[in-house]
């Protein structure tokens, strides 16, 4: 069973930075795959990013490319999502996810992934 705690979350104004942070425990970052996914009011929930066990391979939600970058430290069992050029678009509440096994064939999906942390809100104020 893995514990997830997201932090980072944060007001900031359109065009800032934020670095948000998932430590994991339980299960080791270095052996699944990894997600994170958000969810604003009235929507549903969406894939922003995910990374794979390795580490070598990562895939981004059309909107946040280029913006958005996913990375992990096996070490500290943690996973980032650093996210610049932030728009108000981008506000909602994110969590960080642990698929269910490692090499996940579509990352993008909500069902791949067993663990979910409570969320950490990300407001980007216009």
């Known amino acids: 069973q893995v514990h997830l705690a997201e932090s980072g979350g944060g007001l900031v104004q359109t065009g800032g930075s934020l670095r948000l942070s998932c430590v994991a425990s339980?299960?080791?970052?270095?052996?699944?795959?990894m997600g994170w996914f958000r969810q604003a009011p009235g929507k549903e929930r969406e894939h922003v990013a995910a990374?794979?066990?390795?580490?070598?391979?990562?895939t981004y939600a059309d909107s946040v490319k280029g913006r958005f970058t996913i990375a992990k430290d096996d070490g500290k069992n943690t996973v980032f999502l650093e996210m610049n050029s932030l728009k108000p678009e981008d506000t909602a509440v994110y969590y960080c996810?642990?698929?269910?096994?490692?090499?996940?064939?579509?990352?993008?999906?909500?069902?791949?992934?067993?663990?979910w942390g409570q969320g950490t809100q990300v407001t980007v104020s216009s």
């Open positions: 339980g299960r080791p970052v270095i052996q699944y795959d």
């Open positions: 990374i794979s066990y390795t580490g070598a391979s990562t």
């Open positions: 996810a642990q698929a269910m096994k490692a090499g996940v064939v579509d990352l993008r999906q909500p069902t791949e992934y067993i663990g």
